[in-house]
């Protein structure tokens, strides 16, 4: 476990955008244009307002852009566009993990307007923020663990998402140039100020959701690898070899183990950053191929949402957690996890996925209200079989499979959705993403007549010079 933090720190360093396969270039151009949607959609709900009010409050050189807002300091724009990108959960998911995008693009976004970085660099930043990003938190412990006795598998209470700001820091300290020591220091810097793995105590919260989704703040994450990599910069010291050894970073958060063949195996050879994951629908990821069975049933046979007397909905056991199964919503954040509530809005507005989903003017409707009791969720009968076998894999510890059951004209209708819409194995295409930011674009603050431009600057991003040529788009003032 010696020389980790240093073997990071090098291919970050000599990692260049000629290195870089084509499918990855083409997949991080499209989470970019991705990230800077769900940015600009998430301005409708209170978890983005408050971000851009706090960067407001707080002030700060307006030197970075906020998407669909003004400018700020390099380290609040990295806050709030974090705060923004997730606040819908409608943001692309991987790699290997669930959420790498939030904490390593804001901070990567923030350091290339100040760094003048050219298209190329961006996009050769955003890789290596993924990619590392996502194989680190894929090292150390998840949210469940593997075990020799059936059921093959435990809850772990010592897991993080906030990990991935090793990906945020490689990321902005690429465009920086920082030198390898430079860089070891901002790695140390981070991870000594990395929040608690707190993230498994999100599934157990009984009433309503909470703002800070999965206990690991994005916004905070973000910030924190800005401000590392900008106090290195400046000679501040961190510990160099924050991940090595028996008491590296994965023994301090508490990991009984740290995976480092996850880390380094193939390192710039497979790159995990080409197999992201774009979401259709704005809610958790566990819910949508449930969205997708409803639909389905519902289109094939000609059933009306107040034709519905009962969804069963049959999946991930991890859909029976407390904060999954509260019964009522009274905001966006109940929106994006309480099951009978997607189950009830896929069937009235699941062709029409969006912003408005967690808007009060959709989740208050009376009959969405009267749907959401309708809806039973069951544990997927191959459950154990598909967690176990993901996990023993070094996979993301859940599976998407879902059996969807409508009672509806004194009939029962049943559809089983394998792999959602926007995985790798049922894809979304370019036009349907550019659909998707145009969408979450019609919800911003943002000139309508921006975001044709917006689109075809980021379709050819590798021949900008200076990448505020995209960033000057993105805000509203200022």
Not at 129 to 143: L, N, Q, W
Not at 185 to 201: D, E, M
Not at 286 to 309: A, C, K, V
Not at 439 to 464: C, G, H, M, Q, W
């Amino acid at each position: 476990m010696e020389g980790v933090t240093r073997r990071l720190v090098d291919f970050a360093i000599e990692t260049e955008f000629h290195d870089l396969p084509q499918d990855v270039v083409k997949q991080t151009r499209m989470v970019l244009l991705d990230a800077i949607g769900c940015c600009l959609g998430g301005h409708v709900v209170d978890r983005g307002r408050l971000a851009v009010e706090f960067a407001e409050e707080c002030g700060g050189n307006r030197v970075a852009s906020v998407i669909g807002g003004g400018r700020t300091s390099y380290d609040l724009a990295a806050f709030v566009n974090a705060e923004l990108v997730c606040a819908l959960d409608f943001e692309v998911v991987g790699p290997i993990i669930g959420h790498v995008c939030p904490y390593v693009l804001p901070a990567t976004l923030a350091v290339a307007e100040r760094a003048h970085a050219s298209g190329r660099e961006l996009i050769t930043a955003l890789a290596l923020a993924h990619e590392i990003g996502g194989r680190f938190a894929s090292s150390i412990a998840g949210i469940k663990i593997p075990k020799d006795d059936p059921p093959y598998y435990q809850e772990s209470p010592r897991y993080s998402y906030a990990s991935t700001v090793f990906g945020g820091v490689a990321g902005a300290g690429k465009l920086l140039g920082l030198d390898a020591e430079k860089m070891l220091n901002a790695f140390g810097i981070a991870g000594a100020s990395c929040p608690v793995p707190a993230t498994a105590h999100f599934q157990h919260i009984a009433g309503p959701a909470i703002m800070v989704k999965f206990n690991a703040w994005s916004g905070w994450v973000s910030r924190l690898a800005t401000t590392a990599v900008l106090f290195a910069e400046k000679g501040f010291t961190g510990d160099t070899a924050i991940l090595d050894g028996e008491l590296g970073f994965w023994n301090i958060v508490g990991s009984p183990f740290f995976k480092t063949d996850h880390l380094l195996r193939a390192l710039g050879e497979d790159w995990h950053t080409s197999r992201m994951e774009f979401k259709a629908y704005p809610c958790c990821r566990l819910d949508h191929t449930s969205i997708d069975g409803i639909r389905n049933i519902m289109r094939e046979h000609g059933i009306e949402p107040d034709e519905i007397e009962e969804i069963v909905l049959r999946a991930d056991p991890s859909l029976q957690t407390p904060i999954r199964m509260h019964a009522t919503v009274e905001s966006f954040a109940d929106a994006q996890f309480t099951n009978s509530y997607i189950c009830a809005v896929a069937a009235y507005h699941g062709d029409r996925p969006g912003p408005d989903w967690q808007m009060p003017g959709t989740f208050n409707r009376p009959e969405i209200k009267a749907l959401m009791s309708k809806v039973r969720i069951d544990v997927h009968p191959r459950a154990s079989e598909f967690l176990t076998a993901r996990i023993q894999a070094g996979m993301m510890p859940a599976f998407w499979d879902s059996i969807v059951e409508i009672a509806a004209r004194g009939q029962r209708f049943t559809a089983e959705v394998p792999a959602p819409k926007g995985s790798p194995a049922n894809p979304l295409s370019e036009a349907e993403l550019w659909e998707k930011f145009r969408n979450n674009a019609s919800f911003s603050p943002l000139p309508s007549v921006r975001v044709d431009e917006i689109i075809a600057t980021l379709s050819d991003i590798e021949k900008l010079d200076d990448i505020t040529e995209l960033t000057r788009l993105l805000v509203v003032r200022g």
